[in-house]
Nanobody, 130 residues
Framework: QVQLVESGGGLVQAGGSLRLSCVASGLTFSLYRMGWFRQAPGKEREFVGSISRSGVMTYYADSVKGRFTISRDNAKNTVYLQMDSLKPEDAAVYYC???????????????????????WGQGTQVTVSS
């Protein structure tokens, strides 16, 4: 049974930082591309960033580029989202997702689409006060 469990959310002031973690189990983590998405109340779930299997390649939404950093530790089956310079508009439930898409090459934009992902976590709330 595949499980993705996010943690690290909370309340932070604008300009502050948070680090989200997502621990995966029930899958061979190193074979999965990973993504982070977020959903604010009344809005659709939107792409935040993605990372290749090795962790060498990353891709970000324009709204977070330069402020957020995705990384992974395949030995710990964990993907991280470091969020700096947080803004009130970053407040949302953040979800990690795992993709077992069979393509052999990395395409950041390809993995910005929710449909590429096979498994999702339950989400962690991030609140940013102004």
């Amino acid at each position: 049974q595949v499980q993705l469990v996010e943690s690290g959310g909370g309340l932070v002031q604008a300009g502050g930082s948070l680090r989200l973690s997502c621990v995966a189990s029930g899958l061979t983590f190193s074979l999965y591309r990973m993504g982070w998405f977020r959903q604010a109340p009344g809005k659709e779930r939107e792409f935040v960033g993605s990372i290749s299997r090795s962790g060498v390649m990353t891709y970000y939404a324009d709204s977070v580029k330069g402020r957020f950093t995705i990384s992974r530790d395949n030995a710990k089956n964990t993907v991280y989202l470091q969020m700096d310079s947080l803004k009130p508009e970053d407040a949302a439930v953040y979800y990690c997702a795992a993709s077992n898409d069979p393509r052999t090459y990395w395409s950041g934009s390809y993995y910005s689409d929710r449909v590429r992902y096979d498994y999702w976590g339950q989400g962690t709330q991030v609140t940013v006060s102004s």
